[in-house]
């Protein structure tokens, strides 16, 4: 137990928080330092390009009793929070780390970057609490921290809450405020889904730059590594209602890359009213994200609703320039998911803009059969169609909106919910769209033209309605599928000659 620390002359009562809660963690142990080396994003840039001439060496694995303990062993150690970085400053940034073990065996380094000097964190365990079930593990020179979280005052002043984590290969994760983790982001991806198997390149290093009193962005940098490719990665992040994350990041490819992921995101969908009929769950719906929203480069609104599939399915949405992507969460009613332990309600979307002409390629979106909620099985990012050949440099930069859906989008009627299910008959397969209300679709819907098409199978002509219960319309059409193993379909509303709803998209599997 740490004796709470008083100021000679001064009665208790007369600290104030903030300066009891600096004293507090002055008095804990704090991570030792490197030596300060310079340090600057030109300086990691020439890192990553140097390392890239050379062949790739895995770092080391930590002590095999770490990579050894079970899930539970691992739950009985965490963080102590008042240990943590900057909390005995004035700084807006507090830094969690957390330790490699279990999943993680290879530990990153972090680094401190003030005033154009870096020093590098060095492992300590006195910074985790343990319970006694915890066991005595051995820690050597191959120990380390498996990444890091930030917290800042959100909500109440001296206050810190969590807003990002970078834990695990190049993977990463934030929230708006207010909301819970759901999906997560990369660095990279390499050859998802691919027959030649997947790559996953790793944060090797993170650089925090110490933020000055007063500011709201963070600035964090990374380098990442792994056998195809080398990059210097820099992340300005404003936590809020909508956490923004501008993202510049500099490739050097050590081999021919050919299916590269820019801007990938990682999310669940296990079902919905979609294929509530294959799971025994007392709850309407189990997903992180419900659909793929694309604004591409002729500036039309996409909507793919999400798809859990008794195999992997990739679908390819072919573009130029695309103007933003991202896998959303639209139904924020907590009765719509009836789990108060989850809280799959206030799980972010997370929308990318590219910061520049991406050129030509495709948003890919890989859907992977899962059958319990505690798996990722949906992936989509931005795939280039020219290959990046190797050792010609490759900038890019993107903006990250975690959040509700972004605000400046082409206005026009929101798709709310799809249902697909078996009809009266019991012989085709009915399927419902539900749009938003919205001016466009106000009066008689007689006047409102429909586009519907199937790739394979038997459409029928849709039928438009009112519908009481939202206040928008919705569309009724169904399918016979034959022999088909699926039907890309796609359908959207017109009226006098424009667009009014977004395109609606599914995949049909049998």
């Known amino acids: 137990m740490v004796q709470k620390p008083t100021l ?27 030596e300060a080396q310079g340090f600057s994003r030109d300086w990691l840039i020439g890192r990553a390009e140097e390392l890239s001439k050379s062949d790739y060496v895995a770092r080391p694995l930590i002590p095999e009793p770490w990579r050894e303990l079970t899930y539970d062993e691992f739950q009985h150690i965490w963080f102590n929070s008042q240990k943590g970085i900057w909390t005995d400053t004035e700084r807006p940034l507090h830094i969690d780390l957390f330790t490699a073990g279990l999943y993680v065996e290879r530990p990153v380094k972090i680094h401190l970057v003030e005033n154009g000097q870096a020093t590098t964190l060095e492992y300590d365990i006195s910074l985790f609490d343990r319970t006694d079930q915890f066991p005595d593990l051995p820690i050597d020179e191959t120990m380390g921290y498996s990444g890091l979280r930030l917290r800042a005052e959100l909500n109440k002043p001296e206050i810190f809450e969590e807003f990002a984590v970078f834990q695990g290969a190049s993977y990463f994760r934030a929230i708006g405020n207010g909301q ?22 790793d944060f090797t290093d993170f650089w925090i730059e110490a933020p ?10 990374a380098l990442l590594d792994s ?66 929203m694309i604004v591409n ?13 008794a195999r992997v399915e990739v679908s390819a949405f072919v573009d130029k320039n695309p103007q933003g992507f991202g896998l959303m969460q639209r139904d924020r009613d907590p009765e719509s998911y009836a789990d108060l332990e989850a809280h799959y309600e206030a799980r972010p979307s997370l929308w990318i803009t590219p910061g520049e002409a991406w ?32 050792g010609a440099r490759q900038d890019f930069t ?14 026009v009627a929101r798709v709310i919910n799809t249902r697909i299910g078996k009809g009266f008959d019991q012989i085709k397969t009915v399927i419902a769209i539900d749009f938003a209300p919205h001016p466009d679709l106000e009066g008689d819907v007689e006047d409102v033209n429909i586009i519907l098409r199937g790739t ?12 009481p219960g939202t206040g928008g319309l919705r569309m009724n059409f169904s399918i016979l599928p034959g022999d088909a193993r699926f039907i890309d379909l796609r359908a959207q509303l017109y009226r006098d000659g424009k667009p009014v709803t977004e395109v609606w998209l599914y995949r049909w599997t049998a």
């Open 8 to 34: 000679a002359g001064a009665s208790e009562d007369m600290i104030d928080r903030r300066t009891f809660m600096a004293l507090m963690a002055a008095a804990a142990a704090s991570p030792a330092r490197g």
């Open 359 to 390: 050129g030509e390629g495709a948003v890919e979106l890989v859907e992977i059969p899962a059958d319990k909620e505690i798996y990722d099985n949906i992936v989509a990012y931005w795939r280039p169609r020219a290959p990046m050949p190797t």
């Open 212 to 221: 000055a009193h007063g500011t709201s962005e963070y600035i964090l940098h």
């Open 227 to 292: 056998p195809s490719v080398t990059g210097a990665y820099q992340f300005a992040i404003t936590p809020g209602a909508t956490t923004r994350m501008q993202v510049t990041a500099t490739l050097f490819p050590r081999v021919d890359l050919t299916h590269v992921g820019l801007g990938s995101l990682t999310s669940m969908f296990l079902f919905d009213e979609t294929n509530r009929h294959r799971f025994d769950d007392f709850r309407p719906a189990v997903h992180d994200s419900e659909g793929l």
């Open 398 to 411: 993107y903006n990250m909106a975690w959040g509700d859906e972004p605000d400046g989008l082409p206005d």
């Open 456 to 467: 394979s199978g038997e459409v029928s002509p849709a039928i438009l309605q009112k519908n």
């Open 180 to 201: 819970t983790y759901g999906l997560s982001a990369r660095g990279l991806a390499l050859r998802t889904a691919d027959p030649n198997g997947e790559e996953f390149p």
């Open 297 to 309: 480069g002729n500036g039309e609104r996409l909507w793919r609703a999400l798809g859990n599939h």
